[in-house]
């Protein structure tokens, strides 16, 4: 039986069967890709620079004037006179008058006294006169008992005549000195009316208040007509010369500014040094005052000055004070506010530059080190060491060279060696540039 007739009694499903399996072994399977291209991860980076970085640090406060002026009325009476200009906000000369109390009781004080000076002179010249007699009768007595000694010498007198005579000069003698005792005492009390005179004369100018600085008043709380009592306050104003500005600040925050390369210990201990104003660390101090506000930042030249007596307890900060020399001779109507009491600014301090320090994003670093970009494009981490941070800036002491390419994206799970695809970030290395250098904390409107 030939093969086909055998074929032709085999049933339809083997038949089937057999034709499935033999168009599988003549399908071959296609051939795996051996070579897999990998995939470059995207990454922002930005080219490290080289750059003279300024160290600054900010903080708040707010101004107060460097002193002040509460008027206390010295003597008491009636308010007699008031200046057009005591009305609270008006700025004062120096010297300028503005307010009197009733001075007759005070000029009558004055008139008293000097009749009493005047009587006690006219009292002298009449004890003078009579010492002058006095002395005199007092001699002729003495030169009496002496011509009585010498007659009872020869025996001419008796002793009787002699004690009588002696008695009369020392009560002539006592005269006198009653006389040179009623011109001491009188002495005495012309200086002790002189004393009152002055005082009187004294009551009787401050009877008259007068501005004693350039001032801005504050309140106040008098009015024409009205008595005051000694000592009772009639009104306060502002010195406009100088404003202070109490910042606080992190002592931390300062080591960058007041400390010395390698240098440590606290950076307020040599501020407090020179708190006298001597240091020469508070002339290298770059200081502004700054105010925010919608339109523009306005901002004060500002002179270090001294650093507070004590640490605030729950902030862990220590105030330094600041000075700002005449606030409202820099005034502009309309554009430059003055620096007026309890406005609220910020404070700038600048240190000197550091030449050729590399700044970066202190984002881009992780437990102390930075992931950065070789020229075939392999991600690689490299450590790094801190000089200090500034805002969201790190200035760094060591470990990356200028040019190197630093990842500043957040990569997930990062891999050393990993492929990646750079995008420079021009604008976040503008940013990291201007801050670095300072040039962020010195915008504003002077």
């Known amino acids: 039986m030939s093969i086909l007739k055998k074929a032709l009694l085999l049933p339809p499903v083997l038949i089937a069967i057999a034709i499935t399996m033999a168009s599988a072994q003549n399908t071959k399977p296609p051939q795996a890709a051996t070579d897999v291209k990998e995939k470059a991860t995207p990454v922002k980076v930005i080219g490290v620079k080289a750059v003279t970085a300024v160290p600054f640090v900010s903080g708040y406060g707010k101004v107060q004037p460097d002193r002040t002026w509460d008027a206390v009325a010295q003597v008491a009476g009636p308010v007699v006179w008031t200046a057009d200009k005591l009305r609270s906000g008006l700025l004062i000369p120096a010297g300028t008058s503005l307010l009197k109390i009733d001075e007759r009781e005070y000029q009558l004080s004055l008139a008293q006294i000097d009749a009493q000076i005047e009587a006690l002179n006219a009292k002298d010249e009449t004890t003078k006169a009579s010492l002058k007699i006095e002395e005199r009768a007092s001699l002729l007595l003495q030169d009496d008992l002496d011509r009585k000694k010498q007659l009872m010498a020869k025996g001419s007198a008796s002793q009787a005549i002699v004690d009588t005579a002696e008695r009369a000069s020392l009560t002539q003698d006592a005269k006198v000195q009653t006389l040179v005792s009623t011109l001491k005492l009188n002495a005495a009390e012309r200086k002790v009316l002189l004393q009152q005179k002055e005082i009187a004369a004294l009551d009787l100018e401050r009877t008259e208040l007068k501005a004693p600085f350039d001032v801005r008043l504050n309140t106040v709380d008098i009015s024409l007509g009205q008595y005051v009592n000694k000592g009772q306050q009639l009104f306060s104003g502002d010195g406009i010369s100088v404003a202070e500005v109490v910042a606080q600040f992190p002592i931390g925050a300062l080591s960058s500014l007041f400390n010395k390369p390698g240098e440590t210990g606290s950076p307020l201990a040599s501020l407090e040094a020179g708190s006298d104003g001597t240091s020469d ?97 392999r991600l690689h981490f490299k450590p790094v060491k801190v000089a200090y941070i500034q805002g969201d800036i790190a200035v760094l002491a060591s470990g990356l060279e200028p040019n190197e390419k630093l990842v500043v994206s957040d990569l997930p799970a990062p891999v050393d060696g990993m492929l990646v695809g750079p995008k420079p970030d021009k604008a976040l290395l503008e940013r990291v540039m201007a801050e670095a250098s300072g040039k962020a904390a010195s915008k504003g409107t002077k």
């Open 281 to 377: 660390r508070h002339d290298a101090i770059k200081a502004k005052v700054v105010l925010r506000t919608p339109r523009n930042d306005i901002v004060w030249d500002a002179k270090l000055d001294r650093v507070t007596a004590a640490m605030d307890p729950k902030t862990r900060t220590r105030g330094i004070v600041l000075t700002v020399s005449d606030p409202y001779g820099q005034a502009t109507p309309g554009q430059r506010p003055p620096l007026v009491r309890d406005t609220a600014v910020e404070v700038i301090l600048q240190g000197q530059p550091k030449k050729d320090k590399i700044a970066i994003p202190a984002s881009a670093i992780r437990k102390g080190t930075v992931m950065v970009v070789d020229a075939e494009k």
